[in-house]
């Protein structure tokens, strides 16, 4: 199946005061119609970036995009800021984080999403607001008629991300960018969230981008799975063979520093040691090997190229030590 | 269940934040019960992790015990002593014994401080080691045990990250060797690789110093990792106070199965199965809670006698105790 949405070689970088922020340094990536595709990194490591930059968020003078977005035969890169007016929210829709900050305080729920039919299709204020309770009958909300005169703050943190999800679907997007859906709900309410998104997914056939830190998050709901760091894809596979053969030194230590429910407590937690690098002046060679605790000479010096971790595999990774050498315990 | 020498013992703990309307004039028409009828005790060396969603009152709760805030009733006793009525120059006593890790590294620290200063600052409170000298001795061996470079002695707050202001957090709270340390959501505004640096940073000061942990958090699967014993809170009232391992392999209270079947599993091949009880709704408003059970309006087994009767906090077979008129039976983490 072709790709709906292929990024080439992306990078991003910002001038600030105190020198380049390199954000994303090259990443490329595919997105197939109805599958889901994760990326998980810490904070700082680019992974919202990104995909802003692919929404055409990130414009600014101080700001430097290379590299191709190419979403179903046209470079988003390139786009003029008045086409992509017409493709967000619309052909591309996103769910930010925190849905407190994201719906306008001043105007009702029913406006806001009349205004978000309107924008893309002539219909009326009527049909939009039918249509407005239907979504968010779809998204689980009862009493959607009265819900539509409601104002953001009457609701709760999950009710809120609810809207903003009939919102983002309004008007039949067919890729969904989800940065943190989750982030900012309790567990329960997250679980709902969770299995929300992936009944509509399945109903609805949309592709999505689902960013997030929580490895728990994104094991339940991706396909397809890229952990980044400082900037770069490190490693990508599908979730079931990331999560059964993790192979980069990164990939791996994140996995052993989470506690987990379904494993026994008294195994310890083996945390990465250091910190994040900075994105002014990143780490010769591989941004990982100061932190790295199976780092050889080369690999301060040499940048790994994201390959397949054996001969012909779809597993992807970018580090120097070789594959019998990644798999072995520490 | 009651600890045979408690260091921490909380009775029938109240906390209501009333609710005002008018300016001037201001009339009271209702109240945020916030912890409504709380009890437990912590023994010493012991951590106790208080768990639940936002709302559920964990956080009113630790800050009760360090007196942080006056409970509206009930009592809080440490070492014995009921500190709910004490005055100032008594309390100072329990300030140095008792010790808080708060959420966000960023607000907790005072930004025109250096991280020696703040460190320091324990010592010049209580009048200890009253010497310039002395004290940056001690700080910088504080800043050596939580892993900080001493060098940085005169750096601020904002030159260092998330991880290591906490690191500061810490070093400031175990600077006079306190009996108890409350840590409030201490790794939750961290990332992923540094929880596990501040979450082994404790464990290690704990049984180095023997201290007593109150650990707030609403990661289940961290509290699991760190804690002795556990009480899982539900708008404002412990619904279940068992041991830890317990706790998880074989919930009781329904809520406490469903926060467990929530909590996503970071391997594909356990969560693909749609193995969740999805619980419906949420929390309702602490300021009007649910009669009855409070947990009955979302709970998949509730029954009639769920709005009428509040269950009390009674034990199980197996030792767990749980508030709860229907309890779970023979469930197993594995299946």
């Known amino acids: 199946m072709s790709a709906l949405l292929t990024v080439n070689d992306l990078k991003v970088s910002f001038n600030t005061e105190d020198g380049i922020v390199h954000a994303v340094e090259g990443i490329s990536y595919e997105v197939e119609p109805g599958k889901t595709l994760g990326i998980v990194g810490e904070s700082g490591s680019g992974k919202t970036v990104g995909t802003l930059t692919i929404m055409g968020l990130t414009r600014a003078a101080n700001t430097q995009i290379s590299g191709q977005a190419i979403f179903d035969g046209e470079d988003l890169l390139s786009a003029s800021e008045r086409h992509m007016r017409a493709i967000r929210g619309d052909e591309i829709a996103m769910i930010f984080q925190d849905p407190l900050s ?21 219909v009326s204020k009527t049909a939009a607001r039918t249509r407005s309770a239907d979504l968010l009958t779809m998204v689980g909300l009862s009493d959607a008629e009265q819900r539509l005169s409601s104002y953001p703050h009457e ?144 690999c301060s010096v040499e940048l790994p190229p994201l390959e397949a971790a054996a001969a012909g595999s779809e597993h992807l990774v970018a580090c120097l030590l070789s594959p019998e050498e990644r798999i072995e315990k520490r | 269940m009651s600890a045979s020498d408690p260091l921490v013992e909380v009775r029938d703990l109240e906390m209501h934040f009333p609710l005002t309307r008018g300016v001037i004039f201001q009339r009271q028409y209702g109240a945020v019960r916030a912890v409504d009828g709380v009890s437990f005790s912590v023994a010493r060396g012991e951590t106790f992790g208080i768990v639940g969603e936002s709302g559920c009152g964990k956080s009113t709760t630790g800050r009760l015990i360090m007196r942080l805030l006056e409970p509206t009733a009930g009592q809080v006793f440490f070492e014995g002593q009921e500190i709910t009525n004490l005055d100032r120059r008594q309390l100072a006593t329990l300030r140095r014994d008792a010790q808080m890790v708060f959420q966000d590294p960023y607000s907790s620290l005072n930004p025109r401080k250096t991280v020696g200063s703040i460190i320091a600052e324990p010592f010049i409170i209580h009048r200890e080691a009253r010497e310039a000298n002395e004290r940056r001795k001690e700080v910088r061996e504080l800043m050596d045990r939580v892993g900080l470079n001493p060098e940085h002695y005169n750096r601020y707050p904002h030159q260092f990250s998330g991880g290591q202001r906490q690191r500061i957090g810490v ?120 009669p009855g059970c409070r947990f009955h309006t979302r709970c998949p087994k509730a029954q009639s006698l769920c709005s009428q009767e509040e269950p009390p ?12 008129h229907f309890p779970l039976e023979g469930y197993s983490s594995s299946s």
């Open chain 2, 171 to 290: 070093a400031r709270a175990i600077a006079l060797k306190p009996k108890l340390l409350v840590a409030d959501e201490p790794v939750s505004a961290l990332d992923v690789s540094i929880q596990a640096q501040i979450i082994n940073l404790l464990q290690d000061l704990q049984s180095e110093l023997g201290l007593t942990l109150i650990f707030i958090a609403h990661d289940l699967s961290v509290v699991r990792h760190m804690c002795d014993r556990i009480a899982v809170m539900y708008l404002g009232k412990v619904v279940e106070l068992a041991e830890s391992e317990r706790c998880f392999s074989q919930p009781r209270h329904p809520y406490t199965g469903a926060l467990l079947a929530s909590v996503p599993v970071p391997d594909p091949s356990i969560s693909a199965a749609g193995r969740r009880p999805v619980l419906k709704g949420d929390v309702p408003s602490p300021s009007a809670p649910p």
């Open chain 2, 313 to 324: 906090l009674t034990e199980m077979p197996g030792g767990s105790l749980a508030a709860c």
């Open chain 1, 102 to 122: 994201s719906l306008h305080p001043f105007f009702t729920i029913g406006a806001q999403l009349v205004e978000a039919i309107q924008v893309h299709n002539k």
């Open chain 1, 155 to 298: 609701f709760s943190g999950g009710m809120r991300q609810r809207v903003m999800i009939a919102m983002a679907l309004a008007n039949e997007p067919r890729l969904l960018i989800a940065d943190e859906p989750t982030t900012a709900l309790d567990v329960t309410v997250q679980a709902q969230i969770l299995e929300l998104i992936a009944d509509l997914q399945a109903q609805t056939g949309t592709a999505m981008i689902i960013i997030t830190h929580d490895l728990g998050v994104v094991a339940e709901v991706a396909d397809e799975i890229a952990v980044m760091y400082a900037g770069r894809i490190v490693e990508q596979a599908s979730a079931t063979e990331l999560f059964a053969n993790p192979q980069h030194p990164y990939t791996r230590g994140l996995l052993d520093s989470i506690p987990r429910l379904d494993r026994d407590r008294s195994i310890g937690l083996d945390p990465i040691a250091g910190r994040p690098p900075s994105l002014i002046a990143p780490p010769s060679g591989c941004a990982f090997h100061p932190r790295c605790p199976r780092a050889f000479d080369r």
